[in-house]
């Protein structure tokens, strides 16, 4: 299967095609500020989406007592707009079915700047998110450097420390109509979870119209943006191995809580493009 990996191999922005992964290499140096360039992108303008660059999840639950059922049927192209449409109905185990796509195997970025122009789901239990997962995570390795450090011998495992990262290019609950989170989860050099969010409050609800959530993942500093203006950044932690977008929407849970009767449904969670830019 072709996978395409955006990186920086050299002080200057090269895009590489390539028909294997290759989130292992590393940049040089540092390379030099220049001007962003379209590299990559969908605009959703078919009849069907575009497998060759998009998976459909089908999946029943998740670590975060969600209450959705993620089937095929819910991603959908129409009107020039990619929709994920979230409703009731009884699917396996579950009350409600939604969508989530995701670039695994197909477009792995490592730096670079990414855009999504999207119309959010609004109401209590929703939980809409774009967001960036490592491409090889190394759970084995992980538990061992885990059980290593929660036993003082650190000394013990290698200086390469594969702990996973998780970017949050954004998130948003249904109930906080005009509230944008942009988080990044990340381990430290001696396996401490934490975390870097920054929340943005507007003046507008994010369902009522089409927003650009945008990324800058430098070598040094991670920047996020919401219709260009700068909501939060992050120096520590940045990762340097090959991320996979996702886009969903999850449907309660522990943090969003679940629907109650307020809720209205279906709701339709609309993307217009993403985009993926290097410098």
């Known amino acids: 299967m072709k996978t395409i990996s955006l990186s920086f191999l050299l002080p200057a922005a090269f895009l590489l095609l390539s028909h294997s992964l290759t989130g292992q290499n590393q940049p040089l140096e540092k390379p030099d500020k220049g001007e962003w360039k379209l590299v990559w992108q969908d605009e959703f303008s078919g009849t069907q989406l575009d497998k060759t660059k998009w998976n459909v999840l089908t999946r029943e ?4 007592d969600e209450l959705q059922y993620y089937v095929p049927d819910e991603v959908y192209l129409e009107n020039g707009l990619l929709r994920i449409r979230s409703r009731v109905r009884d699917f396996g185990n579950k009350k409600f079915t939604s969508g989530r ?3 695994k195997d197909k477009m792995v970025m490592t730096y670079g700047r990414i855009e999504i122009k999207g119309k959010l789901p609004v109401g209590q239990g929703l939980w809409p998110a774009y967001w960036l997962y490592p491409q090889d995570r190394d759970w084995q390795m992980e538990y061992v450097m885990s059980e290593a450090v929660a036993n003082g011998r650190e000394s013990s495992i290698p200086e390469l420390r594969p702990w996973y990262s998780e970017i949050d290019i954004m998130e948003f609950l249904g109930h906080e109509k005009n509230i944008i989170y942009a988080t990044f989860h990340y381990y430290s050099f001696k396996g401490v979870k ?8 507007g003046d507008v609800s994010y369902g009522d119209d089409f927003h650009i959530y945008a990324l800058e993942w430098e070598i040094d500093e991670m920047r996020w943006f919401l219709d260009g203006k700068l ?3 992050c120096r520590e932690g940045v990762p340097h191995n090959g991320h996979f977008l996702i886009l969903n929407t999850a449907i309660g849970g522990s943090w969003p809580g679940n629907p109650d009767s307020t809720t209205v449904f279906p709701q339709f969670h609309d993307i217009d493009y993403v985009r993926i830019y290097t410098r």
């Open 101 to 103: 796509l995701d670039t």
């Open 61 to 64: 639950t998740s670590k975060h």
């Open 231 to 233: 909501i939060h950044s």
């Open 194 to 201: 934490r975390v870097s969010s920054g929340t943005h409050t």
